[in-house]
């Protein structure tokens, strides 16, 4: 749908539903696991669909499937941010809440894993494994992004809060992505770049991913602690090996245990709560 003609849709939102915490989201797959490619039944493929389904929100969503950080805030991605900000500024009206997922996308994938990796040699630690200067140099390109979106904030909406989180750890496996029933299959976006350098698969390969997930954590932490009104929603360990959709995505009911957790926090922005317990309570009765 045309950007315009869903920012219209939007602000008739804002109209009819005024009553409901305004919110921008902007991300990843976490935030946009691509329903187009799942069946139409299988609402509830990443975390914001799930907070839709509690109806106190109003939600503009600018998250795709497949954004690195950089490029939400780069070039024509942070311009449509800007222009958002400004259009919502022009009818005297601020986000309460800007929802962000970035950083995952930077780490793994072919263009991006395989350059933060070594060759294996007997005798290697698992640390020993991360290339890590420019591990450290994409975290802080990472790190740039958050920058550029708490600027913007800063900007044209002071008092809203942004909401970000970190990502639990994910297990290297050959299972690809399945999307329409099977019939299309993406690769993996870990094991294959850790098998072509070489790293032993299992523990090591689990042991490595662990390290780099840590690291981005750790820089998120900092971020928010250095932000106000900025918060990390702390998603690590949340997951058990059967909430994993493939290598990267979690399941329909693993990315509901997540949105649970962002919705006390989106609770406390803005002016009033929104009765979050009850709507967890039907929620999860659903």
Not at 81 to 110: C, M, R, T, W, Y
Request: proline share 5%; hydrophobic share 40%.
């Amino acid at each position: 749908m045309d950007s315009a003609v869903r920012f219209s849709d939007f602000k008739g939102m804002l109209h009819t539903q005024s009553h409901r915490k305004t919110v921008i989201s902007e991300g990843d797959s976490w935030f946009g696991y691509p329903a187009s490619m799942v069946p139409v039944s299988h609402t509830g493929t990443n975390i914001i669909d799930h907070i839709e389904q509690t109806h106190l929100f109003n939600i503009f969503r600018m998250e795709c499937s497949g954004d690195e950080a950089g490029a939400m805030m780069s070039q024509d991605q942070r311009h449509r941010f800007h222009d958002v900000l400004s259009q919502l500024k022009a009818i005297s009206k601020e986000p309460d809440i800007i929802l962000f997922s970035a950083g995952g996308n930077d780490i793994v994938g072919e263009h991006d894993m395989i350059h933060l990796l070594n060759r294996w040699t007997a005798g290697m630690s698992p640390a020993d494994c991360i290339r890590t200067e420019r591990f450290e140099l994409r975290l802080e390109q990472i790190r740039l992004a958050y920058r550029e979106l708490i600027l913007f904030r800063d900007e044209y909406c002071p008092n809203a809060k942004i909401i970000t989180h970190g990502y639990d750890f994910p297990i290297p496996t050959d299972k690809p992505a399945c999307f329409i029933f099977g019939t299309v299959k993406v690769k993996p976006w870990i094991k294959p770049y850790m098998d072509q350098k070489g790293i032993p698969a299992g523990a090591i390969q689990q042991e490595v991913v662990k390290i780099m997930i840590t690291r981005l954590n750790e820089m998120l932490d900092a971020v928010c602690a250095s932000t106000s009104n900025m918060v990390k929603v702390e998603t690590t360990g949340t997951l058990q090996s059967g909430e994993w959709r493939d290598e990267i995505h979690a399941t329909k009911q693993g990315f509901k245990k997540i949105a649970d957790m962002f919705l006390p926090h989106m609770d406390e922005a803005g002016a009033a709560p929104c009765l979050i317990a009850d709507s967890i309570d039907s929620h999860a009765g659903a």
